[in-house]
């Protein structure tokens, strides 16, 4: 797109003036303030700091070998050294015209695609998913979906916690405790029941700790009957996870789980001790990052002192067979901000063990979701939140929304687009503020239908779709290829709406590269805000000839847009509201 040709006219120039400057350290973005004009860099200020040189002598001999007299009739130094450039109306027509064509949608596939795998949701066996999955679940669902729409291959692997000490106390609640039908009603809250009423015994009781020890040595040695109920646990388990992910239209490539990589810990011990990487310490294979002096203070138990291998050396085993099975150029990690360090220790010790590799390591985390009351997002009672029943309040309170809104819809359409809104809503506001950051949980907040939200963008989804549906009243035909030709920006409001057209492949390469889906929330919260300014200044269906021609042009690329970054995000377009 054009950000990417203006980066490449920009690099060949910056070769020019700089031989050594490394072109990736070139890029060129949207403008953040348009009335500087269209897209800018601000490359040329750091590569001229670097050399102690004035940036904005730089900046003017790059622009002396600059050639993008195509693309730019203008291009300034401003300020400190930023270049701003200002599009030709022909450039802007030719790109809108190829989108009519249907020759890109305003991005374009990765010329060389990667292989990604994306690790996220990871929920554990045995207990409810609870709101603090969700973030994990939405933001990795979404980096998988815009990374696809990139070109990308893309393999997502459902990291189940489905091994651990926890299922000793399992096991003995399990022989001991189990209410069959409490089991068929609600199983993993069977199942948390019973993991809670034998951990509170363990406290009181040593025999109680005593007996989880041994199921929890003849699980893990074998013993059909407990392997068995472990099975059986992790079957009941999935079904749930599986329910929730159907709903939110979330799908696994695969799910190994945590229990998938058991036979290979051993090896993975044996040859990080082999070659010195880990060592023994107080009878525990410890790797000691003296070198690191972030990670100095706090070294990584790889195996414990009683044998058994722990998080850590899973992690390491999954990283080893993802390499070796996959071959990803990059691998994300999707989890909430308190396994920082645990990443921090495997990528580390990662390096350690495969210098060569060249593959990126990231851990992509995110704050808490907090209630109103400023505090973890908790139930009144001070349980946790069930995931389901917070889907379904959702869906409950879109109901009513869109009853209210439009009464005189069948109650099965009301319902199907109840179910869009509220899903979308609860992904939105979960994928709209800055991961890292916390943020409170909010109904009215998250289904309003004005500002910055899910229900707001659907909104205006169905209000560009609604001219076409009138369109087809009148029995014309309509042809986006044929209208192509037409398209060339006329009124300021028209031209605004389809430069920030353009911008929705840096978006998403941006999303990508820096794993911020809040980015595409903005710029499609943007996208709907110039589509309003444009359709209250420009009429569309009360024109005639080739003004009507082109805004309705105009209004179908906005609604493909607005459509397919919903659909990177997760979230559904309903025809009407
Ligand atoms: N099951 C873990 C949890 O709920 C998350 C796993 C994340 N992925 C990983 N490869 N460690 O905290």
């Known amino acids: 797109m054009l950000h990417r040709l203006l980066e490449s006219r920009l690099q060949a120039a910056v070769a020019a003036v700089l031989p050594d400057a490394d072109p990736a350290l070139v890029r060129v973005r949207p403008c953040p303030e348009p009335r ?74 990765a010329s060389v695609p990667r292989t990604v795998v994306v690790d996220f949701s990871s929920p554990n066996v045995a207990k409810p998913m609870h709101v603090g999955h969700i973030r994990s679940t939405i933001l990795g669902d979404c980096l998988a979906r815009v990374l696809r729409l990139l070109g990308h291959r893309v393999i997502t692997d459902n990291h189940l916690g ?111 001790v082999a070659r010195g990487i880990a060592r023994e310490s107080d009878g525990a294979q410890v790797v000691f990052f003296e070198e690191d002096p972030e990670l100095k203070a706090h070294p990584a138990i790889i195996q414990k002192s009683d044998g058994a291998a722990n998080y850590a050396t899973t992690d390491l085993a999954t990283l080893a067979h993802r390499l070796e099975t996959w071959h990803p150029d990059e691998i994300i990690y999707v989890t909430d901000a308190r396994q920082q360090l645990h990443f921090k220790q495997i990528f580390a010790i990662f390096r350690r063990w495969h210098p060569e590799a060249r593959i990126v390591l990231a851990h992509v985390w995110f704050g808490s979701i907090l209630g109103p009351d400023g505090k973890p997002f908790k139930t009144r009672a001070g349980d946790t939140i069930k995931l389901a029943d917070l889907l379904d309040e959702a869906e409950e309170r879109a109901f009513r929304l869109v009853t209210e809104k439009n009464p005189a819809l069948p109650e099965a359409e009301r ?20 991961r890292q950051s916390d943020y409170v949980f909010d109904w009215d907040k998250m289904l309003a239908l004005s500002g910055n939200t899910a229900p707001y963008l659907q909104y205006a989804h169905t209000r560009i779709r609604s001219i076409f549906r009138k369109l087809a009243e009148t029995g014309e035909s309509w042809d986006l290829r044929a209208a192509a030709p037409l398209l060339q920006p006329a009124d300021p409001a028209e031209r605004t709406l389809a430069r920030h057209l353009l911008y929705f492949g840096h ?32 009429p569309v269906l009360r024109e005639t000839g080739a003004t009507r021609t082109r805004r309705l042009a105009l209004c179908e690329l906005t609604a493909r847009v607005l459509q397919t970054g919903l659909h990177a995000l997760g979230i559904e377009t309903p025809e009407r509201m």
Not at 46 to 75: C, E, F, I, Y
Not at 417 to 424: D, E, M, P, S, T
Not at 508 to 533: I, K, M, Q, W
């Open 162 to 272: 489905d091994w651990g000490t926890q299922f000793g106390k399992l096991i003995v609640g399990w022989k001991r405790h189990r209410d069959d039908a409490a089991l068929a009603r609600d199983p993993v809250g069977e199942m948390e029941r019973l993991y809670r009423l034998v951990n509170q015994a363990c406290e009181r009781d040593p025999a109680v700790l005593e007996a989880a020890r041994q199921e929890l040595v003849k699980l893990q040695q074998g013993d059909p009957e407990n392997r068995a109920i472990w099975q059986r646990m992790l079957e009941l388990s999935r079904e749930q996870f599986d329910a929730i992910y159907r709903r939110l239209g979330v799908r696994f490539d695969h799910t190994l789980g945590e229990s998938f990589y058991n036979p290979r810990l051993r090896a993975v011990v044996e040859e990080l």
């Open 507 to 538: 978006t998403l390469e941006a999303v990508a590269t820096e794993y911020r889906p809040n980015y595409l929330c903005n710029y499609l919260y943007e996208l709907a805000g110039h589509f309003s300014d444009f359709y209250e200044a420009c």
């Open 415 to 434: 319902r199907a687009i109840a179910r869009q809104v509220g899903l979308g809503a609860v992904k939105y506001q979960d994928l709209l503020p800055n």
């Open 36 to 109: 500087f004009g269209d897209y800018q860099s601000n490359a040329l200020m750091s590569l001229a700091k670097a050399r102690g040189q004035n940036p904005r002598t730089l900046a003017a001999a790059v622009v002396g070998k600059l050639d993008v007299h195509d693309l730019s009739h203008l291009v300034e130094v401003a300020g400190p050294g930023f270049l701003n450039f200002h599009l030709r109306p022909e450039a802007l027509a030719a790109a809108l015209q190829a989108a009519a064509r249907g020759e890109h949608l305003f991005f374009r596939p």
